[in-house]
């Protein structure tokens, strides 16, 4: 059963997530006004997406106020979805040079990015406490360069990925070297992920 002391910083994590998920809700209602009010000349198709997108949206507010009965892990699961789904939205929309929407969703997905970091370090802080060798300090700088490479929007998912792994070396007790190695692969190989990422390429788009 949760303590009462738990469920009362549970409910205040929530609270602290109530803005970032306005943010959200707001970039989706740009979003749609510049499709459905026809401020961009959309097809039924980037409409449709648009309007599925909204609807998760919706789900993941609904969720949020649930999350009483909702493990912030059931909520991190809802974002991914979510997040899944603008990414593919986005590169829908950059396909059909339809840039006031894209940045629309661009800015949308930053917000869920914000909202995905912060319920990620919920779920560390709420986690059992790890053990094992912490991974050394060069790999964590490495990787952190690994990470800036890549756009923006795909930071915060391949950080949290490339840090677990690192991670489960360190606790597999590998090497000092092994785990340099394995950030300076993922240097490596972090230019040739960020050309996929982007790929079609946008003329003049930031990363």
Not at 11 to 25: E, F, H, T, Y
Not at 121 to 128: D, F, I, L
Not at 140 to 150: D, E, F, P, S
Request: hydrophobic share 45%; net charge positive.
């Amino acid at each position: 059963m949760i303590s009462t002391k738990r469920m009362a910083r549970h409910m205040d994590c929530v609270n602290a997530l109530g803005p970032i998920l306005m943010c959200v809700r707001d970039h989706t209602r740009d979003l749609l006004a510049h499709l459905v009010r026809g401020s961009v000349a959309a097809n039924a198709e980037t409409v449709d997406l648009a309007m599925t997108l909204a609807k998760e949206v919706d789900l993941l507010e609904a969720h949020t106020g649930l999350s009483q009965r909702n493990p912030f892990s059931n909520l991190c699961r809802d974002l991914n979805s979510t997040l899944d789904h603008a990414l593919y939205l986005a590169r829908h929309l950059d396909n059909h040079r339809l840039d006031p929407a894209f940045q629309d969703v661009e800015r949308l997905v930053i917000a869920l990015n914000d909202a995905r970091r912060f319920i990620d370090s919920m779920v560390e802080q709420q986690a059992p406490a790890r053990h094992g060798a912490s991974p050394v300090l060069v790999a964590r700088r490495l990787l952190n360069g690994a990470v800036k490479a890549l756009p923006a929007c795909h930071r915060s998912r391949y950080s949290e990925e490339f840090r677990s792994e690192l991670h489960d070396l360190a606790t597999a007790r590998a090497t000092h070297f092994e785990q340099v190695w394995y950030a300076l692969r993922q240097i490596n190989l972090a230019f040739e992920l960020r050309a996929e990422l982007r790929r079609p390429a946008r003329r003049g788009a930031r990363p």
